[in-house]
């Protein structure tokens, strides 16, 4: 089984065609997660756009200009990963029944005195009500 990052890999590092060493290849190869992680870099990112403007071209096609147009190059990009919400945000949305965002606006606001009073009125037993 071949992974994402064994085609990022082969696409922006070691050149080696991957679809022609296994003919398998090709069920794990999925050209969106591939332009994900080639958008990750600033130097890749036009590449990764210009696929996105050609969502239904073939997989060894979109593979192969890839793996050939982009330079020879060792990239070490961070994924972007999603913020974990504090407790504090949970509570308010529970609280005022707002979404994450409004809850994060609207924490923005209070002052820790008024999120004590919020705390101490959705405290049940040492756990948050679930209204």
Request: charged letters at 30%; aromatic letters at 12%.
């Amino acid at each position: 089984m071949t992974t994402l990052f064994d085609f990022l890999n082969s696409i922006n590092h070691t050149k080696e065609d991957l679809f022609a060493n296994d003919s398998e290849c090709v069920k794990d190869y999925v050209p969106f997660l591939v332009n994900r992680g080639l958008s990750m870099s600033y130097d890749t990112i036009m590449y990764a756009n210009e696929m996105n403007l050609r969502p239904n071209i073939d997989k060894q096609w979109h593979y192969d200009f890839l793996r050939v147009a982009i330079p020879k190059r060792k990239r070490y990009n961070k994924w972007a990963k999603k913020d974990t919400l504090s407790d504090d945000v949970l509570l308010v949305s529970q609280y005022y029944k707002y979404n994450k965002e409004q809850a994060v606006k609207a924490l923005s606001l209070l002052n820790e005195e008024q999120l004590n009073i919020i705390r101490h009125k959705m405290d049940i037993g040492g756990m948050i009500k679930n209204e």
